[in-house]
């Protein structure tokens, strides 16, 4: 899982203002300008506002006058709004869930329940995947789910460059996916009417303008009834991380097989 990264000047750590302030490794004002202000319900009061009207909602003042404070004061615990992003983030993403007890579960099942976590964490706060994504993980939240990905793929005989790859494929998927049908039910939300009757309208639209001729695959699609909605609403997930772990999976055999043959000393001339 990706994080982005405030663009604040680095302090005595070398790390950027807001990771520093992810990790706890700034100091903080020992008494705040009212009663009650802190740092958690700053981050708190945003997340709040980017729950209930995007990301797009979210400013130093509109979260000042949530918490009647002032926004000069918010500067005091938060140096800009990217810096704000990542603690909400961080926030909002949680721990990852642990790992199937080791010996109970393969690297695919590993990596397909830590895949199938991230979607609910992004899902549950769609508002996450409009921050942008300015670097690697960084923060203390990020760093876990990062740790516990490659965790899962222990064992599984790829090198590290190849695990590294692999995590960011399924977390690339992940976000994507999240992303998609977030919109996707935004949009059927705004037009005020069933799921399937948006679709069957827009499958109305394309078999208007789809012409056999120029469109021949596409029109086979739909003559077949392809654009319809799925009786489960994860199935296009389930369906392409299915199909995203096959092709890791088709990695790990040539990897297994290649170290097979090595240790057993065949080769194009051996035998």
């Not at 997340?47 to 400013?59: H, Y």
């Not at 590993?110 to 549950?124: G, M």
């Not at 021949?216 to 991380?241: K, N, T």
């Amino acid at each position: 899982m990706l994080v982005t990264q405030g663009n604040g000047l680095p302090g005595g750590t070398g790390l950027p203002a807001s990771i520093e302030a992810a990790w706890g490794l700034r100091a903080r004002p020992v008494k705040g300008p009212r009663p009650g202000l802190s740092l958690e319900r700053i981050v708190g009061a945003a997340v709040a506002v980017a729950a209930s009207e995007g990301l797009g909602a979210v400013s130093m003042g509109r979260v000042a006058k949530d918490l009647g404070a002032s926004t000069m004061s918010l500067y005091r615990y938060v140096a800009a709004k990217d810096e704000l992003y990542v603690l909400m983030q961080e926030a909002a993403m949680g721990p990852p869930p642990p790992l199937p007890a080791e010996g109970n579960a393969d690297w695919r099942e590993a990596l397909s329940r830590w895949a199938w976590a991230q979607r609910r964490v992004f899902h549950a706060n769609l508002w996450m995947l409009r921050i942008p994504v300015a670097g690697p993980p960084a923060s203390p939240h990020s760093v876990a789910w990062w740790e516990q990905g490659i965790q899962a793929l222990a064992g599984a005989g790829l090198n590290a460059g190849e695990e590294m790859s692999v995590i960011l494929l399924v977390s690339g998927f992940v976000r994507n996916e999240a992303l998609l049908m977030g919109d996707l039910r935004a949009a059927v939300a705004s037009r005020g009417v069933p799921v399937e009757e948006v679709v069957e309208g827009y499958a109305r639209t394309v078999n208007r303008l789809v012409d056999p001729v120029r469109h021949p695959a596409l029109s086979r699609l739909m003559a077949a009834g392809a654009m319809r909605v799925p009786d489960e609403f994860d199935h296009e997930f389930r369906f392409g991380l299915a199909r995203v772990l096959d092709g890791v999976d088709v990695l790990i055999r040539t990897r297994t097989q290649g170290s097979g043959a090595e240790a057993s000393g065949a080769g194009p001339n051996g035998g």
